[in-house]
């Protein structure tokens, strides 16, 4: 998979669908293309973030010690999954384990360079900010359908 | 050391300044002869006294006096000479005075300057001396920047003044002197007259000058103060930049400057018109000789040859008179000096000086108790830290110190550590007073490490071993014979002893064997070095640091062979772990993809590639073989479409400049170039390109790394034509270039790399996630396990990574790696308390669990098993020990 492709590829990811080709190349080029055979853990939760990984092809685990959940995300020319993307938005350690199942294509992002393209396109960084905003929706953490089940569940207990 | 810089002077040249003296005192008779003989080559045989009739002859060298009671004494009568030859032997007289003055005034110079280099070395000595025997305490108001600039610069005078405190006084006076009799002697008149205004001269121009010497101290002390201030700044570089202090910092400098700049020119203004009064004094006086001693041989009451022997003497007085002034200004200027700097040295609670080389190091017994009996300590502002505060030791017992810094605990491991004083109780070792016993026992008692142990420049070997030089080398063997048997040597210790240091030979080894642990004696050292690193886990890196080192054929044969066995021993773990992929190996016939198309080209290593590498490139065989292969338009096209993208990316971004540093293969100057030439030329246009842009698009194809950047500009056949290439390149190239390139082979160790590049012989591929830190545990692995078979490998290869330099206060290394250091230098060295003062804090937890449970189990199975006391900042640490005390406002709990 060459360069282009690759631009082409992560512009597709809902985090960076709003951030214009340009950026998107420059990221890219500063990114480095790693594999990884199947059972390769590719970060630890609780390791310092070295940037997140784009699953070019490939299946790899997502798994969190705290709630023992298992995730699984995979990667193709049809679509590609991301891992690691908000512990490098906070430059925060990894939140979870991520260890690959099959042979991993993988790009991992520079976050630093990822952080300075933001920083110096408000209009980039605002479409990240609703592609982060409609994930926590997805997710279920500030959803209104949530927090009424939430509250259904607690009237119930009494 | 003496208040009164004469009297220090004085103790300490005595015997040299007298017979300078005395070699001045010999010097007056040439010197006062010389004056005379211009007078007597004028009269007698120019002016022909004496030889007013044909033939007659006068004596020469005539040594007959007339002494007072004997009347006339005739040694020698003297040649008879007539008036040519007396010419002629006086004016060789004449030039063999001259020769004399000369001499003597050489030797004078010569003894005078080597008395002031002793007295300078003498008085920095003592100086640092006395920096190394204040009080901790004595540190809190010393800025470091100006004890090194008064140590360094501010006693500089004091070596050219020590030679002249006494000879120049007496050596101008005389001269001033002999010169003012000589003139009494001519004329009685002209002689007052002469001495009048010299009067003037020495009485005013002192006086004017003590202005100067005010603004003088003024200056000194803004210099020193600037001094501390830049000092300052360096340290807390990090600091500054944290909080943008620099213009801060510029405006402290700039406000510095003006005032040391408004003292400075005022210094000036008044030296030039102290300088100018002089000059018109000193001038005034050969006015009058012309003027009144012109009259006077006009109307003959003078003859000519005397007046020109006054103006000549004259010539000589104003000299000596002026140097004289000056002397007083650089007695005065020293002596200011001298005392501002040894107030500031000045301390009642200084510890014992140093020992003697050889003196026998005393023993505190095996198994001492320490006790803390009602101590209470004070902070500088008066805060109690602790609280009549009594803790018994016995031997062996360890100790968690627990409670926080703030509660206490820290506060205890420093009071221990001698850092900080007991206003009231006692810290007794054995019965003794902890801060009374030499330093060379406290630490055998007790052995300190804080959270930051300092580094000093010099090998990670030589920050180990610090805590371990003690002994005091002989600088002669046991039987008294010098150690090192050179002139050059036994003239370096003489003078030594003569500036008054002590005889410590920095080259001598100054490891106490006895204080070694836990393998004791000279053989002990190495193995000792090991255990110890191990212990605080930093084997490894240590290794690490060796591996990145390049070593000489000079080295030895141990190293690279051993290396070139692991080369395979490495394939072979690699493949074991199904990762044989992640060395590309350096194929004589393969194209090596992880590698530049000039390294593939090159297919060697320079060693030096800024230097070389260009050197190679311009060479007229480099491109010859190229266009012979057919490369250059392949090359040509390869990098100009690299470039094209590689602008075409970076345009995109033209917004955010910070992303330039991504660009590792062009610099932001050469941008605009390439967009010129890219517009000039096109992809496959390499034969209509000027040569400028043919070697500026080749040159950047040399830098391509498909795997790195993806962009698909290399394919098969271009690869199979490089290494095509690359033996055209090997086959014909000339002896000047192969000297600069060491060719890959399998079988050859490369003195041009790194022990890690020979041991690897290939490239990482960084297609594979955590590539480097996977090679770097594979070789780790593979070297470890070379080392139980190959002891002498393992010592080389430590040696090497403990020659590593750590840098000024071990900025090189990381600040894990100091403290780790700090450790290691601690527990290399025999004492029968161990104090950690928080010396994990900040450390990882788990590597903090790692080194405590080492560090303890390392110190219980010593023979001695000593004491240990540590602050801890985690307390989940504290049930490894046998006894917890918590701390808390200054109490145990």
Redesign the interface.
Known sequence: MLFRDEVELIGKLPLLSGVDPSRLRMLCFASDRETFAPGDVIFREGEANEGAYVILSGEVDVHKASDGSHVIKRGSEAGVAIVGQSSMIEDAPYAATVTARTEIEALRLNSRCFMKLMASCPKSSEKIMRALGAQLNANGVISPGAASDYFDQIRKAH | MDPKLFRYIWAYTRREQIAIMLIVLVSMIPYYMAFDLPKAIVNQPIQGHGFETPGATLPFLDLSFSLPGLGPVTFFDGFQLDRLETLAALSVAFLAMVIVNGLFKLTINTRKGRLGERLLRRIRYDLVDRILRFPNARFKQIKAGEVSSMVKDELEPLGGFAGDAFVQPALLGGQALTAMLFIFVQHFWLGMMAAGMAAIQVLIIPRMRRALIVLGRERQVTARELAGRVAEIVDNIETVHANDGGNWERADIVSRLARIFSIRYELYQRKFMVKFLNNLISQITPFLFYAIGGYLTITDRLNVGQLVAVINAYKELPGPLKELIDWDLARQDTQMRYEQVVERFEDENMAEPAPEPGEELCTLPPAPVLEVAHVTVKSDMGAVLLNDFSLEIPPGRTVALTGGSLGGSSVLAELLGRILTPSKGRVTVDGHDLFRLPESLATQAIGYVGANPAMFSGTILDNICYGLRHRIPLITHEDGSPRVDTNHNQWHWRETARAGNPLFDVDGDWIDYNALQPVSGPEGLLPSIATVLEVVELSQEVLMLALKERIGPEAGTILPEGVLALRTVLREHLSAQ?LEGLVLPFEPDQFNIQTTIGENLLFGVTGDPQNRLPRIVRHPFFARTLISQGLDAELFALGWNFAR?TL???N??A??P??LQ?LTYMTPEEMPAFEKTLARTTADGAESATLDDRVRLIRLAFAYVE??????LLDDRLRAQVVACRHKLHANMPEELRALVERYEPERYLFNASLMENILFGKIN??????EERVQQAVLAVLNRAFETDPEMRDQMMGLGLAQEVGPGGRRITRLQRSKIGLARLLIRNARFYVLNEALAGLDPALQQRLVNNILEYLHHLPQKPGVIWALTNTTFARQFSEVVEIRDGHAH
């Open positions: 199904r993208i075409d990316v970076f995109g971004v917004d955010t910070e992303v991504w795997p790195t950047y993806r962009f698909g960084r297609r594979y996630g955590h590539a």
